[in-house]
């Protein structure tokens, strides 16, 4: 399967100081629309959106088997384990978000990778006394301890209703079975094929004999993974943390040097969180608190342009880019400076989603120019206080909605295999902030709140959101991309609520990134228009056209009727009955 070109929408522009022509987006036709057929759907009764087609199938057999909700995310989890290898396994974690109908309440489950007992801040930093990223990227020394078969399990244990045995069998299945190497797989193993070859398991499993990557089309068979999840699902959590599985691990760790032990899969646990609660034109805005960053974020860029009136420019005008960017450029700052692991460090929630923070932190913003990193830096939210993952979301007619974002962290994680599992471990470890001041794999600035710590949850951009209505779904929205998700997650909402464009559209249009360092606006292609960017660059914007590499997943209750849609920029599916 090829991949979807990105879906280009011309809008009509509003310059800062300028008059527009018109105010409303000019939307492609559907004959000059790509092929959504797959990256769509509606339907009464459920609708899915997942990376994957066997996960999405995986999630719509559930239903069809009498499951609900949770059975379903469960079994699409397990299966995107198996379906997308570089992007996320049971060797990583995860969080997630759900609106249970019955009770009217929302949960946070942090089922992130957590770092060994044995991890100390020190661990990364080189004999020239600067962070060395290979440590933390590449090979046994990078993983954490993996959150995400507790998570899943635990979740399931609570809300499932159909057997976990029934719930796994698709991820099974499908290990057993294989599916074809398909392109972004294909080019993940081209990008991590060096260091996948000086793994044996590995290499064994996803590299040809002679070290080479197999050719696209190539049948992926995971017989190890099949077996590993069949331990799961006879034995629960001890399959994976106690028993043969733990063994391989942790023997590999130790025979590498790695910090693994079985005291820290002993420890893991699954940590409940009060989720963040924003305001947005009305509608109640739910996401995942630290040590997610992306929740505080997402409701800081919302909050920082409700006054704007941006509908009236249109989603790609001037304006409404200058004070978008803006808008991010001070979360990234403040990312840097408070946000961590809430357990370790006082992370000033409140203070940095007030309004108050937020109309300060707007004031700051000239509004004919750009600002320079040098010019930004964290406010100070204390006074006011009282690449590489992937993404599911849900919602049902009863009321029910879930959106999780899980993950391996970088394309293969550390690009390690334990022998005999078929489990691809994590490189979680480089989320952490190995040096302050030095960045990681997504080139966001480290600080000292988010400093290796034993125990410690590293922290992340992962942004599962959803927003309410009287308390009820009206959308669950997430996606993959390292710091892209905060942008991608934000700007959809944005699309969908301030200028009210339909859900596919929300989701496919032409996005932009900018996280404070480096000091570049990134914008999908084609960009803007040249007026547009023009004038971007006459304010003193270094400006790059080029992909901003995240992949929505959005769903959404419009009355009736259930609404899916799956970022055709990538090959994930929607399913809706």
């Not at 933390?136 to 159909?162: M, Y």
Request: hydrophobic share 40%; glycine share 8%.
């Amino acid at each position: 399967m090829t991949k979807t070109k990105l879906l280009a929408l011309s809008i009509s522009l509003l310059a800062l100081g300028c008059q527009s022509t018109s105010t409303s987006p000019v939307i492609r036709t559907a004959k000059e629309r790509p092929d959504h057929s797959t990256a769509e759907a509606f339907g009464s009764q459920y609708a899915i959106s997942t990376q994957g087609r066997y996960s999405s199938k995986a999630a719509e057999r559930m239903f069809a088997e009498g499951g609900n909700i949770i059975d379903a995310v469960v079994a699409a989890s397990f299966t995107v384990s198996v379906e997308r290898p570089q992007s996320t396994g049971i060797g990583g974690g995860g969080f997630m978000l759900f609106h249970e109908a019955k009770t009217g309440d929302t949960y946070a489950i942090d089922f992130r990778e957590r770092a060994p007992l044995k991890a100390h801040q020190n661990m990364y930093i080189g004999k020239d006394g600067k962070a060395d990223s290979k440590l933390s990227q590449d090979g046994i020394l990078a993983v954490a301890v993996p959150g995400l078969v507790a998570g899943l399990l635990e979740i399931h244990q609570r809300f499932g209703s159909l057997p976990l045995k029934q719930v796994m069998q698709p991820a099974i299945e499908l290990a057993e079975s294989g599916f074809e190497i398909y392109p972004e797989f294909h080019r993940a193993l081209e990008n991590r094929a060096e260091v996948l070859a000086k793994d044996p398991s590995a290499k064994a499993i996803f590299l040809t004999k002679d070290g080479k990557v197999p050719a696209l089309g190539t049948m992926l068979i995971q017989k190890d993974l099949a077996k590993t999840l069949k331990l799961i699902a006879a034995k629960g959590k001890d399959g994976f943390y106690k028993g043969p599985v733990a063994q391989s691990i942790l023997k590999y760790s130790k025979e590498r040097k790695g910090l693994l032990s079985q005291k820290d899969f002993n420890d893991y646990q699954v940590k409940w969180r009060k989720p963040v609660e924003g305001k947005f034109h009305g509608y109640e805005v739910i996401s995942m608190p630290p040590p997610s960053s992306g929740g505080v974020h997402v409701i800081q860029f919302l909050d920082f342009l409700e006054k704007d009136n941006l509908a009236k420019s249109g989603p790609l005008s001037t304006k409404s880019i200058h004070l978008a960017a803006s808008a991010l450029q001070s979360a990234f700052a403040d990312r840097a400076t408070y946000l961590g692991d809430p357990e370790f460090t006082d992370v000033p929630v409140s203070g940095l989603l007030s309004e108050k923070y937020l109309q300060e932190r707007r004031s700051e913003v000239p509004e004919n120019r750009a600002r320079k990193a040098g010019e930004v830096s964290a406010g100070r939210a204390t006074g006011y206080e009282s690449t590489d993952t992937t993404h599911i979301s849900m919602i049902d007619a009863k009321g029910n909605a879930v959106a999780t974002t899980q993950t391996i962290n970088g394309w293969m994680g550390a690009a390690v295999v334990a022998p005999g599992t078929g489990i691809v471990l994590n490189n979680e470890m480089d989320d952490f902030s190995a040096q302050v001041g030095a960045s990681n794999l997504f080139g966001a600035i480290g600080g000292k709140p988010n400093a290796i710590a034993p125990k410690k949850t590293p922290l992340s951009s992962m942004s599962p959101t959803i927003l309410l209505e009287n308390n009820k779904p009206v959308m669950a929205v997430g996606a993959p991309g390292g710091t892209r998700i905060i942008s991608c997650v934000a700007q959809t909402i944005l699309n969908y609520v301030e200028f009210k464009l339909p859900l596919y559209d929300a989701v496919t249009m032409v996005r932009y990134h900018q996280q404070w360092q480096p000091d570049v606006l990134y914008v999908d292609p084609p960009g803007p228009k040249p007026e547009v960017l023009k004038q971007l660059n006459a304010m003193g914007y270094d400006v790059k056209i080029e992909p901003v590499p995240c992949y929505v997943m959005a769903v959404s209750k419009e009355g009736d009727k259930l609404h899916g849609v799956a970022d055709p920029r990538d090959i994930g599916i929607s399913i809706a009955k």
